[in-house]
Structures are given as structure tokens and as C-alpha cells.
């Protein structure tokens, strides 16, 4: 039976960021966690390490914290914007760069947790945090939210068992976030809302 993580490694562990599972330690303490199957280096620059489907299962079972509310997410950790602030949010060269390693983190997790190892697919932690794996899926890509009185997408979560709504500025706006989230495995369409008659997409984790 393999001997449970050394305290110092647990911290490193218990500090990943949730979405992504990137960690950050000492060059001893990350080699150690790839050895022990826990973690894995990214091939790509800059090189990050993240947590192996093993490396989570270990967070998640000896995580003793109390709960956050959902409105005040641990200091330090990843989010997409989901769009819908009333104030600016950041969108220059560093965010650039945290969002690029976020979602190439997401298409490594899809990777090793996909039964087939498909990239092209949507995992089981995407199914599990709609609103963050869509709004990570746009933004990569380049859209921006809406922020701070400047137009741009909004993501929502919806009472329809894995779905959410994304709205945009105009049509066009819609129809570019629909064919974003359709290339990151999702199924998008285009929806009516009954008393506003705005236009809005309805997507979903593709399973297949």
C-alpha cells in the first residue's frame, strides 16, 4: 500500500486550484508527487504540474476545511469570468496567460479522466461545474464577458439538469459563443426567453 502523502506534500495538494488541479511547490516536493502518481508535469510551456485523477481523489477525501460559501471562493485560485459584474475585470497580458494555462489543464484533465482519453469532449468535472467549464471555454477562446457596463457574455446556471444559458450582447455575439462552446465539446442552441423575447443559448456537455 503506498505510504500517505508527507505533510508538505499534502499542502501542496490541499492548495491546487479546484478547477484545474494546477499546484505549485518546491522542484523536491513536485518531483515527488509525479513519482508517486499524484501529480504530472505539463509537456508544454511553461512546464506547469497538476493533479492526476489519483492526486485529486486524495483532496477531495481528506479535505477537512469547512465550507466556503459559494460567493467567496478561496484567495488565490483560478475563476472564469461567468460575466454579469458591475465592476471592470482584468483582461490584460497575465490573465491572458492564467486562462491559456487554465484550459490547456482542463484538455489534460479531459484527457486522463475521459475513458478514452478524448480531448474533444467535455469530463465529468466539467459536467459537475457548468457554469465555470463554459465560461473557461469562452473566455479562453477569446470573448469577453460582460463587466463593468462593457457588453459581453454572461453564463447561468439553469434549472435543465446539466445546462446553462449563455447570453450575449446581439445575435452575432450569440452565434460566436455558440460556435466556440460546439468546438470545446458542447452542444448549443439558440432559444427565445417568453416574456423578454431575447435571445439566448441553452448548452450542454456533449457526451459523445
Known amino acids: 500500500m503506498m505510504r500517505p502523502p508527507t505533510a508538505a506534500q499534502r499542502r501542496v495538494i490541499d492548495a491546487a486550484d479546484p478547477v484545474t488541479g494546477r499546484i505549485k511547490g518546491t522542484d523536491a516536493q513536485l518531483d515527488a508527487l509525479v513519482k508517486r502518481g499524484l501529480a504530472f508535469r505539463h509537456p508544454r510551456p511553461p512546464h506547469d504540474h497538476f493533479l492526476t485523477p489519483a492526486g485529486h ?39 491572458t496567460r492564467e486562462v491559456h494555462s487554465a484550459w490547456q489543464g482542463l484538455l489534460e484533465l479531459r484527457r486522463m479522466t475521459n475513458p478514452d482519453g478524448a480531448t474533444d469532449r467535455p469530463c465529468g468535472w466539467e459536467r459537475a461545474h457548468l457554469v465555470q467549464a463554459a465560461a473557461l471555454a469562452l ?70
Open 57 to 95: 481523489r486524495v483532496r477531495e477525501t481528506a479535505e477537512k476545511a469547512p465550507e466556503r460559501p459559494v460567493d467567496d471562493p478561496p484567495s488565490g485560485v483560478f475563476a472564469a469570468y461567468v460575466g454579469g459584474t458591475p465592476e471592470a475585470v482584468d483582461t490584460g497580458p497575465a490573465r
Open 139 to 208: 473566455e479562453a477562446a477569446g470573448h469577453a464577458p460582460e463587466a463593468g457596463g462593457s457588453p459581453g457574455y454572461r453564463v447561468r446556471a439553469t434549472p435543465q439538469p446539466e445546462a446553462v444559458a449563455v447570453h450575449a450582447p446581439d445575435g452575432e455575439a450569440l452565434r460566436a459563443c455558440a460556435s466556440t462552446l460546439e468546438r470545446a465539446g458542447w452542444q448549443a442552441g439558440e432559444y427565445t426567453q417568453p416574456r423578454t423575447r431575447s435571445r439566448y443559448l441553452l448548452a450542454s456537455p456533449r457526451r459523445v
